[in-house]
């Protein structure tokens, strides 16, 4: 199955220069957050495939007016054609008013609760983050590091594939594993076109 995986930056060339062919055959849409919701809407509107997103913590609008003709899969277990993806937005945070912003200890909670709709769908193929895992591709800053729990679930479950955001190509990491417990790991900043195996 292909899959067009989109975090953080609208491209200039999906927005501006939408070619069809360059996109024939995607089958899935998976957004990782921080995007525009008329980004996201005209996505759904182009690609006649399902788009499933998690909010990034810059999306605290989608909470009254959410993307129209979009699934969000946060805290939740989605299956598209046999596919189990699961999804958790947000990022590090102490500021527990804000909103998709957390504490390790409560993202941990919502992890746990994720889990249970986990077992429920029989496993787990895609995990989709806002932020990365915790020391597999976060950043060096409180704000930018991601989260131990979600290595907990790769632990567990062993997804095919992390895709997740948060971590823009201008911030200058490139030292993200490929892998982590056989999970490959995906920074969707931007977009990129899988194949699932």
Same mark, same amino acid.
């Given at each position: 199955?292909?899959?067009?995986?989109?975090?953080?930056?609208?491209?200039?060339?999906?927005?501006?220069?939408?070619?069809?062919?360059?996109?024939?055959?995607?089958?899935?849409?998976?957004?990782? &957050?921080?995007?525009?919701?008329?980004?996201?809407?005209?996505?759904?509107?182009?690609?006649?495939?399902?788009?499933?997103?998690?909010?990034?913590?810059?999306?605290?609008?989608?909470?009254?007016?959410?993307?129209?003709?979009?699934?969000?899969?946060?805290?939740?277990?989605?299956?598209?054609?046999?596919?189990?993806?699961?999804?958790? &937005?947000?990022?590090?945070?102490?500021?527990?008013?804000?909103?998709?912003?957390?504490?390790?200890?409560?993202?941990?909670?919502?992890?746990?609760?994720?889990?249970?709709?986990?077992?429920?769908?029989?496993?787990?193929?895609?995990?989709?983050?806002?932020?990365?895992?915790?020391?597999?591709?976060?950043?060096?800053?409180?704000?930018?590091?991601?989260?131990?729990?979600?290595?907990?679930?790769?632990?567990?479950?062993?997804?095919?594939?992390?895709?997740? &955001?948060?971590?823009?190509?201008?911030?200058?990491?490139?030292?993200?594993?490929?892998?982590?417990?056989?999970?490959?790991?995906?920074?969707?900043? &931007?977009?990129?076109?899988?194949?699932?195996?």
């Amino acid at each position: 199955m292909k899959i067009l995986a989109v975090s953080d930056e609208e491209s200039v060339y999906i927005w501006d220069f939408f070619d069809r062919s360059a996109f024939e055959g995607v089958e899935l849409v998976i957004s990782c &957050g921080d995007l525009h919701r008329d980004y996201l809407e005209f996505l759904a509107t182009l690609l006649p495939v399902p788009l499933l997103y998690v909010p990034g913590n810059h999306d605290k609008n989608f909470i009254t007016h959410p993307p129209g003709g979009c699934f969000n899969i946060d805290g939740r277990a989605e299956t598209h054609k046999g596919l189990r993806v699961c999804g958790l &937005g947000g990022c590090k945070s102490q500021n527990p008013a804000a909103a998709y912003e957390y504490s390790e200890t409560v993202m941990a909670k919502r992890t746990q609760k994720l889990r249970r709709a986990v077992s429920r769908a029989g496993g787990l193929d895609i995990l989709v983050t806002h932020a990365p895992s915790a020391g597999l591709g976060d950043g060096k800053d409180a704000f930018h590091r991601g989260f131990a729990a979600f290595k907990g679930l790769i632990e567990e479950f062993k997804p095919k594939i992390h895709f997740f &955001g948060h971590q823009h190509r201008r911030y200058g990491r490139t030292d993200t594993p490929e892998t982590y417990c056989g999970t490959r790991l995906i920074n969707a900043c &931007g977009y990129k076109i899988i194949d699932y195996p």
